[in-house]
């Protein structure tokens, strides 16, 4: 892990601001890049109006189904991916799995307010997926969700 991570991750968290807060949901950004270190989309939650879209959903929506480049491609996401969702068919841990990245980058981990036990990290890695956290972003990936401090 190094600059190119930091870069990527820094991006997902400026998206993460974009977000319009939520009661019920966290604040997320998200951005895919291809094995080169080309950015292939990026995505927020409840991006576009949508109270219901997350990040790596939105991000990975941009993308045609099958898009070749997503096979060595790095999913950067400011939380980890939901592995239970009551508001979509598939969670983005699913949406992550099918889309087929090499590797998955996290900034912190999806504390148990809205999920008592998020297995996303633990879903990703039984997939082959290569997961990595940037515990030096947990901060201020966290900072736009603050209106959820209970």
Same mark, same amino acid.
């Given at each position: ?8 991750? =820094? @991006?997902?968290?400026?998206?993460? %601001? $974009?977000? +319009? !807060? ?6 997320? =950004?998200?951005?895919? *890049?291809?094995?080169? &270190? ?7 939650? %409840?991006? &576009?109006?949508? +109270?219901?879209? /997350? ?7 941009? @993308?045609?189904? &099958? ?7 790095? *999913? ?9 969702? %009551?508001?979509?068919? $598939? ?9 087929? !990245? ?6 912190? $981990?999806?504390?148990? @307010? ?5 297995? &996303? ?9 290569? *997961?990595?956290?940037? !515990? ?9 969700? %603050? /209106?959820?401090? $209970?």
């Amino acid at each position: 892990m190094g600059e190119e991570d930091d870069r990527w991750m =820094g @991006l997902a968290v400026s998206l993460a %601001r $974009r977000c +319009p !807060p939520s009661a019920t949901a966290f604040s997320v =950004g998200a951005v895919v *890049v291809d094995a080169t &270190g080309a950015e292939l989309s990026r995505g927020y939650s %409840r991006e &576009g109006g949508d +109270p219901a879209a /997350h990040a790596e959903e939105a991000a990975l929506g941009k @993308l045609a189904p &099958g898009e070749p480049r997503l096979a060595g491609a790095t *999913v950067y996401s400011t939380l980890e991916p939901c592995s239970q969702r %009551r508001s979509r068919p $598939r969670t983005c841990t699913e949406l992550i799995i099918a889309a087929g !990245p090499a590797r998955v980058v996290i900034a912190w $981990r999806e504390p148990a @307010l809205f999920v008592a036990d998020c297995q &996303g990290c633990e879903l990703l890695s039984q997939a082959g997926i290569t *997961v990595d956290e940037l !515990p030096g972003f947990a901060a201020a990936a966290a900072a736009p969700n %603050r /209106h959820l401090a $209970r």
